[in-house]
């Protein structure tokens, strides 16, 4: 027979073995430092990237930009004194600051995007107030990537981004002070940006868990690089005011080491041409395939 104390500590052993074992079990809760989700693989590269890219055009007479009145701050009138609208960018046909992205896709012989971990660049993204604007008015970042956040103006500016899937985020900046780094943690196309002191002000942010997407410069052209070969939905996202935004997609597919085209067309009668059709969107809605895990 087992003495009283050599039973207690038989069952003090039993349980720390017990105890250990449950742990060695546990499904891993492990999070992706990336994306705040579940950890995912990333995807091993095969070394046969190409490319998508295309020009976004504006059919039928493009809306003119608006003077901005922007005589409620001296600063900003004597810096931007014709400061225009930049709501409509359009050039020779062309259209600026459309954001172009994978919605999702399959990359051949794998899995969907959307279904990897995709690394969070460690460099930077600015964006800056310059004359009573932002420059750009445009700008794509990953989740969890920094946004800088700079003034160059001789005035106070109250940077507020105004999300529906991320926290809401809003920041008195004054004149020489220094660069405010903010990150949204949830993918979000697009997030609206603007300024609590000067009404005018309005950038437009999207957020993604990939590293594919573009915007679209002055003559209309993008490029969304290192895309692995697969078949793809692109989605081209404008502004288009007086809505609040109107979204384009398109199938692609991207051979191995080749370059693919996605044109968009934006514009009153674009739907009439065979374009893909155009869907009114709320200004911020969550990336529906991605977003969610
Ligand atoms: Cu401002």
């Not at 017990?18 to 693989?41: F, I, Q, R």
């Not at 999300?163 to 809003?170: E, F, Q």
């Not at 081209?236 to 199938?251: D, F, I, L, R």
Request: overall charge positive.
């Amino acid at each position: 027979m087992l003495s009283k104390r050599a039973r207690l500590w038989l069952g003090i052993i039993a349980a720390l073995s017990l105890l250990s074992l449950a742990s060695s079990c546990k499904p891993t809760t492990e999070t992706n430092e990336n994306t705040g989700g579940p950890s995912v693989a990333a995807y091993p590269s095969k070394g046969n990237e190409g490319s998508i890219t295309g020009k976004i055009s504006y059919n039928g007479t493009a809306p003119e930009g608006k003077k901005i009145d922007t005589s409620a701050d001296a600063n900003c009138a004597s810096k931007s004194p014709n400061l225009m609208t930049e709501d409509w960018v359009v050039k020779n046909g062309k259209l600026a600051n459309t954001f172009v992205y994978i919605k999702d896709g399959t990359i051949e012989g794998a899995k969907k995007v959307s279904e990897y971990g995709w690394p969070t660049p460690s460099s930077a993204v600015t964006l800056d107030q310059n004359g009573c604007h932002y420059r750009p008015h445009v700008l794509g970042v990953m989740v969890k990537q920094d946004i800088n956040i700079t003034n160059s103006d001789p005035t106070t500016h109250n940077i507020h981004f105004t999300p529906k899937n991320n926290p809401d985020w809003n920041q008195s900046q004054p004149n020489g002070a220094p660069a405010l780094i903010h990150k949204l943690n949830v993918a979000e196309v697009l997030v609206p940006v603007k300024c609590n002191q000067h009404p005018w002000m309005r950038a437009y942010v999207g957020v993604l868990k990939h590293p594919f997407f573009a915007v679209s410069a002055e003559d209309g052209s993008f490029t969304i690089k290192n895309v692995p070969p697969g078949k793809y939905t692109v989605t081209a996202w404008h502004e288009s005011p007086p809505g609040n935004g109107v979204e384009k997609t398109m199938e692609v597919t991207v051979p191995a080491k080749g370059a693919t085209t996605a044109d968009f067309t934006f514009g009153g009668t674009a739907a009439l041409l065979g374009q893909p059709s155009s869907l009114r969107m709320l200004p911020a809605i969550e990336f529906p395939m991605l977003g969610k895990h």
